[in-house]
């Protein structure tokens, strides 16, 4: 390539706005340029010279980074750009062995402009402050200075609201409140979320009002048996380690009774005629009388079979133990009998 088309396209570079790129502040990109220098064999000291300054303003290529992207990226990123531009500058000069190694260069740090173009696209589409709402203070590096900070994310809603949901249960069970937003995983440091209630029965005119409950690193709580004088208004206040409120949560809680067990029906018997509650009266203490005279002889007539059969069964065991004893004496009878027997043979 000749040295005026080299000195062309160095002048167009001049003439954009000169803003530094993030790639720039990447150490590995520029050890991979400079690995290239050093490496590169079989050019003369002019071929060397037009690449270094190819080199030097390939990062002015990159203009667009702080004009139309806020001139922040966040580390992930800039992660995801140097990896492209990295693999692509190896695989391209692996490659390529055209000879024109200076047009060679000038066509990868275009590639490198349109790969950091296109992440910060999606960074600044979906990355660069999340929040729908509260305050976010995110970790990002300024393109120009090379610097990590925080950059403060506001949101457009009400200030640090984040909405209110209203939750209904029943006595007795369980409900779970939690305020945990896809962008308090961004927050720079340590958070913790304080819990607070305000009863259902009384206004609530100021924050102030709130009667603390638990300060937890995790997102959520748990509220198990509930009781009716437990609803009303609980919120949730996202704080980092400053002490700065991120984000204020509001959950409206109802709790319905149990329903109460209805009494038992009493039925109301008609009134007797006047006259009769005399004769109703002898009726019951007659039947009264019977049934313990029945209960009496029943309770004789039991006791009597019992011992009717407690005499037969001593009256049986006697009798069995007679006839044993009878037995046993005969047997004695016999044996003295048979030894005189043969005394006398």
């Given at each position: 390539?000749?040295?005026?088309?080299?000195?062309?396209?160095?002048?167009?570079?001049?003439?954009?706005?000169?803003?530094?790129?993030?790639?720039?502040?990447?150490?590995?990109?520029?050890?991979?340029?400079?690995?290239?220098?050093?490496?590169?064999?079989?050019?003369?000291?002019?071929?060397?010279?037009?690449?270094?300054?190819?080199?030097?303003?390939?990062?002015?290529?990159?203009?667009?980074?702080?004009?139309?992207?806020?001139?922040?990226?966040?580390?992930?990123?800039?992660?995801?750009?140097?990896?492209?531009?990295?693999?692509?500058?190896?695989?391209?000069?692996?490659?390529?062995?055209?000879?024109?190694?200076?047009?060679?260069?000038?066509?990868?740090?275009?590639?490198?402009?349109?790969?950091?173009?296109?992440?910060?696209?999606?960074?600044?589409?979906?990355?660069?402050?999340?929040?729908?709402?509260?305050?976010?203070?995110?970790?990002?590096?300024?393109?120009?200075?090379?610097?990590?900070?925080?950059?403060?994310?506001?949101?457009?809603?009400?200030?640090?609201?984040?909405?209110?949901?209203?939750?209904?249960?029943?006595?007795?069970?369980?409900?779970?409140?939690?305020?945990?937003?896809?962008?308090?995983?961004?927050?720079?440091?340590?958070?913790?979320?304080?819990?607070?209630?305000?009863?259902?029965?009384?206004?609530?005119?100021?924050?102030?009002?709130?009667?603390?409950?638990?300060?937890?690193?995790?997102?959520?709580?748990?509220?198990?048996?509930?009781?009716?004088?437990?609803?009303?208004?609980?919120?949730?206040?996202?704080?980092?380690?400053?002490?700065?409120?991120?984000?204020?949560?509001?959950?409206?809680?109802?709790?319905?009774?149990?329903?109460?067990?209805?009494?038992?029906?009493?039925?109301?018997?008609?009134?007797?005629?006047?006259?009769?509650?005399?004769?109703?009266?002898?009726?019951?203490?007659?039947?009264?009388?019977?049934?313990?005279?029945?209960?009496?002889?029943?309770?004789?007539?039991?006791?009597?079979?019992?011992?009717?059969?407690l005499r037969v069964t001593m009256k049986r065991r006697e009798e069995e133990r007679d006839s044993r004893r009878g037995g046993e004496?005969?047997?004695?009878?016999?044996?003295?009998?048979?030894?005189?027997?043969?005394?006398?043979?």
């Amino acid at each position: 390539m000749s040295f005026a088309l080299l000195f062309g396209w160095l002048s167009i570079l001049g003439s954009c706005p000169s803003v530094s790129s993030c790639l720039q502040c990447d150490q590995v990109v520029r050890y991979v340029h400079e690995d290239f220098l050093s490496t590169v064999k079989g050019i003369s000291v002019r071929d060397q010279i037009e690449l270094k300054q190819i080199i030097e303003h390939a990062y002015v290529n990159f203009r667009d980074t702080g004009t139309r992207f806020r001139g922040v990226i966040d580390p992930t990123t800039l992660y995801r750009a140097r990896t492209e531009y990295q693999s692509e500058f190896k695989r391209h000069w692996k490659e390529d062995r055209t000879g024109y190694i200076q047009w060679d260069m000038i066509n990868i740090v275009e590639k490198g402009k349109r790969i950091l173009q296109k992440h910060l696209e999606i960074f600044a589409a979906q990355g660069l402050c999340p929040n729908k709402c509260g305050l976010l203070y995110q970790r990002v590096m300024n393109c120009t200075s090379c610097q990590y900070g925080l950059f403060m994310c506001q949101s457009a809603t009400p200030p640090l609201d984040c909405g209110e949901h209203h939750l209904e249960a029943d006595e007795g069970e369980e409900v779970v409140l939690d305020c945990f937003l896809s962008w308090h995983a961004l927050v720079a440091g340590k958070i913790e979320y304080h819990y607070s209630w305000h009863p259902a029965e009384k206004n609530l005119s100021h924050d102030g009002e709130y009667e603390e409950l638990v300060v937890t690193e995790e997102s959520k709580i748990v509220l198990n048996q509930l009781k009716v004088n437990e609803g009303g208004t609980y919120r949730c206040l996202l704080r980092d380690q400053t002490g700065t409120t991120l984000s204020r949560t509001r959950f409206k809680l109802k709790v319905n009774p149990l329903p109460s067990t209805p009494p038992g029906l009493t039925v109301a018997l008609p009134s007797l005629p006047s006259g009769h509650d005399a004769t109703l009266h002898n009726l019951q203490r007659s039947s009264l009388i019977i049934i313990l005279i029945l209960l009496t002889v029943l309770s004789i007539t039991g006791s009597l079979v019992i011992i009717a059969n407690l005499r037969v069964t001593m009256k049986r065991r006697e009798e069995e133990r007679d006839s044993r004893r009878g037995g046993e004496g005969e047997d004695v009878e016999n044996i003295e009998l048979m030894s005189v027997t043969e005394r006398g043979m």
